[in-house]
């Protein structure tokens, strides 16, 4: 039996790092909960049917949220004057709804094939061999600084012609936008964050105008070229915007994957086994990683026409918050939802990278380097477990974006 929901605070930061019972208890007692004192009112959807239902609506339950995510930049004219010394912000991709939104979406869509994604299958198993040949010999390593951040960042800012002596700044501009979207910076960090914003945008408009000149075989080339139909090609602030989202959906998210999946590996020392003797099981392990790890915990939509959902009347002007990690240990439809099963036949169907209109683009490329990761971990390194007296394994405070903030473990390398 769960507490009942009024004794949880979905904004406590220990209903943060720990969610699960309070999950489970939304969806028995109410899967469309509207979050005491939220103004606007918010309904929380913690079952896997009633946000699949929101997900087919993007007239009703829009991606229009971007007022939300500004923070002080709506309305504090320190910040509203260093974010003025760069382009401004268009709702392209996340924040943008059809018809609008389908137009970017096509041009992008021409930079993630899964034919392109699948040329990049040898680079990145180089590069993954590169990050395990730095930790091999050491026989232990802080696995997020050393590995799970490198790896999204190298092949983001690679396809996005930023040189590697360039990617410190890369990931400090990637944490700048996560910190905005995190909403909890104060304003210090809010106009830090803004004049990184800023930086970004000056340097990639540089990077954009070399690709155009001299186009390369990667993504910035083909987005700086990108036409479909008789659709006009990007303009510059258009382009900011989507890069500026390639940068931060692609690192944090499969960074955080990387890391809660190995954790889950340790965690299950017979799944680990299992997986070691079987490693075409590896795929489909990403799957279910990507199910109990959801690292976009959730996601906001803006109720555009008074509407429904699971019974319950949802006004105009109130916001959803479509929780795709609750969703995902969803009994109804993941049968011992909690536990974490490589062989699980529907992992597949979870809501880790949404679904629908704005399902995630970058999700093949994602499932690339994390099958490609865990791959060569797992062939190279043995005996994987916690560094002992080293780890508290909790996560950053943030409402949207689940991770680790640490993972210290020691191996052995591999016969
Ligand atoms: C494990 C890794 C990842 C996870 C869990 C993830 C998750 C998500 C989710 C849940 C959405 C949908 C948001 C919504 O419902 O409104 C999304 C959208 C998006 N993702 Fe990812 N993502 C990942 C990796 C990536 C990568 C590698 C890229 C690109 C390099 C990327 C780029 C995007 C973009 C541009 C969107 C917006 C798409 C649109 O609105 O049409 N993501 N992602």
Not at 149 to 154: D, F, G, I, Q
Not at 279 to 303: A, D, F, H, Q
Not at 354 to 367: D, E, P, S
Request: proline content about 6%.
């Amino acid at each position: 039996m769960t507490k009942p929901l009024a004794e949880y605070n979905f904004f406590d930061p220990a209903v943060i790092e720990n969610p699960f019972e309070f999950y489970q208890a939304a969806r028995e007692q109410a899967p469309v909960y509207l979050l005491p004192g939220t103004k606007p009112p918010i309904y929380l959807v913690t079952s896997f049917d009633l946000i699949s239902e929101a997900l087919k609506d993007p007239y009703t339950f829009s991606n229009n949220f971007s007022a939300a995510l500004q923070g002080r930049a709506a309305y504090d004219d320190d910040v509203k004057k260093v974010i003025s010394r760069g382009w401004p912000q268009v709702d392209t991709l996340l924040t943008n709804d059809p018809p609008s939104h389908t137009r970017f979406r096509k041009l992008v869509n021409t930079a993630f094939t899964p034919g392109k994604v699948n040329r990049l299958e040898d680079y990145v198993a180089d590069f993954v061999n590169e990050l395990i040949d730095g930790i091999i010999d050491r026989g232990e390593c802080e696995f997020i600084t050393d590995f799970a951040v490198k790896l999204p960042v190298t092949v983001i800012a690679d396809q996005l012609g930023v040189p590697r002596s360039d990617q410190a700044l890369f990931k400090t501009w990637s944490d700048a936008f996560v910190a905005r979207l995190g909403g909890m910076a104060s304003k210090e960090e809010e106009l830090e964050a803004a004049q990184h914003i800023v930086d970004f945008q000056h340097y990639m408009i540089e990077k954009a105008n070399e690709r155009r000149k001299d186009p390369k075989q990667d993504i910035l080339s083909d987005l700086v070229h990108a036409q479909v139909d008789d659709e006009r090609p990007l303009d510059e602030a258009e382009l900011l915007s989507i890069l500026q989202q390639l940068l931060v959906a692609g690192n944090e998210t499969t960074t955080n994957t990387l890391a809660g999946g190995l954790l889950l590996l340790i965690q299950n020392p017979d799944q680990m086994t299992r997986v070691r003797q079987d490693p075409t099981l590896i795929k489909n392990m990403v799957e279910e990683i990507l199910r109990l790890e959801s690292p976009t915990s959730g996601m906001w939509r803006v109720v555009k026409k008074a509407g429904e959902l699971g019974g319950v009347p949802i006004p105009a002007g109130s916001m959803l918050h479509l929780r795709y990690a609750a969703a995902n240990r969803d009994e109804t439809k993941f049968a011992d939802a909690e536990a974490f099963d490589p062989g699980r036949k529907n992992a597949g169907i979870h809501l880790a990278f949404g679904r629908g209109t704005h399902m995630c683009v970058g999700a093949v490329l994602a499932k690339k380097e994390m099958t490609v990761a865990f791959t060569h971990l797992l062939r190279r390194l043995d005996n994987i477990r916690l560094a002992e007296g080293r780890n508290d394994l909790t996560h950053f405070p943030n409402v949207l974006l689940r991770g680790l903030k640490a993972l210290h473990i020691e191996f052995d390398r591999a016969a």
